[in-house]
């Protein structure tokens, strides 16, 4: 039997991509142009799964996604994660990230401080480009100084991270285009 399982899950924003072994959620694919497009670049990042109903993925996921995508505040600190592989560095900085409440923002240096390396601001823009499960590590609720987006490796890039902060009631500088519908447009990529 592979050592994880996939599935994916319809949301009001698209499609969502989860991956998880036995300890708990590896990956987190948000949606891409499509629903085929999701489900590829999921797989190209992970290896060895099989495709599993929703309802096989760790307890309450798929009702948690749905309702965050639906603009509803969802607790995801009790969601079991398995960050095999990820380096001490990375663990800390995922932690911190993940105590960044819905509907708050920190940026890229406090998350350095925090950690206690406070000259590191760009090594957690690395480690939050690498985030295997944005929105249950909420690397969205983290900007650059100034509460400029700062980047965002996700489809659609900051544009995206800023609907997903929309969803959570924050809106940066002139506003955020609201949902429905997280992919942007063909024109917006």
């Known amino acids: ?8 899950i319809e949301t ?5 991509g989860l991956a998880w072994s036995a300890e708990g959620l590896t990956r987190l694919q948000l949606p891409e142009k499509s629903r085929d497009a999701t489900e590829r670049r999921l797989l190209k990042r992970c290896a060895d ?5 929703a309802h096989a993925a760790p307890p309450n996921i798929a009702n948690f996604l749905a309702r965050y995508a639906a603009g509803e505040r969802v607790d995801f600190s009790a ?3 398995d960050l095999t592989g ?3 560095f990375g663990q800390s900085i995922y932690r911190a990230t993940r105590a960044v409440a819905w509907g708050e923002t920190t940026t890229y240096g406090a998350l350095a401080k925090q950690v206690g390396v406070p000259d590191s601001a760009r090594a957690v ?15 969205h ?4 100084s100034g509460g400029k987006s700062g980047g965002f490796s996700a489809f659609g890039g900051v544009l995206t991270k800023e609907r997903l902060l929309a ?3 924050v809106y940066l500088g002139g506003g955020t285009p609201l949902l429905p519908g997280l992919i942007p447009s063909a024109s917006h990529v």
């Open 1 to 8: 039997m592979p050592a994880m399982r996939y599935c994916l």
């Open 12 to 16: 009001e924003i698209g499609p969502i």
């Open 49 to 53: 799964v099989e495709f599993a109903s």
């Open 79 to 81: 969601v079991p994660l």
């Open 86 to 88: 990820i380096d001490d």
């Open 125 to 139: 823009g690395g480690a939050m480009g690498r985030n295997p499960l944005p929105i249950i590590i909420p690397c």
């Open 141 to 144: 609720r983290v900007l650059a």
């Open 167 to 169: 969803l959570e009631g």
